[in-house]
């Protein structure tokens, strides 16, 4: 049974940091790119981080570039992105994804919830 799972978030308050985890089980998940992405209740989903199989590549939205770092142990099916200087703009519901290319993400985990406050 393919599952993807988050750990869990958190509250922070801003300029405070917070590492997200992510499991992938029930398929090779070193062969797939892995990501971020994360939704604000009504407004449309946003991809936040990429990361190649191999985990050489990565990619990060504008946003958070310079802030989050994205990186993966594919001997262990783990994905993890540290996020520092947390600001509220980015609390958002948290998904985790693998899939074969950016643009087509396959699985995906139910979200945890990030909360960045003031």
């Known amino acids: 049974q393919v599952q993807v799972v988050e750990s869990r978030g958190g509250l922070v308050q801003a300029g405070g940091s917070l590492i997200l985890s992510c499991e992938a089980s029930?398929?090779?998940?070193?062969?797939?790119?892995m990501a971020w992405f994360r939704q604000v209740p009504g407004k449309e989903r946003e991809a936040v981080s990429f990361?190649?199989?191999?985990?050489?590549?990565?990619a990060y939205t504008d946003s958070v570039q310079g802030r989050f770092t994205i990186s993966r142990d594919s001997t262990k099916n783990m994905m993890s992105v540290r996020m520092n200087s947390l600001k509220p703009d980015d609390t958002a519901m948290y998904y985790c994804?693998?899939?074969?290319?950016?643009?087509?993400?396959?699985?995906w985990g139910q979200g945890t919830q990030v909360t960045v406050s003031s």
């Open positions: 994804a693998e899939g074969i290319c950016p643009s087509q993400m396959l699985w």
């Open positions: 029930g398929f090779t998940s070193s062969q797939y790119y």
């Open positions: 990361i190649s199989p191999g985990g050489r590549n990565t």
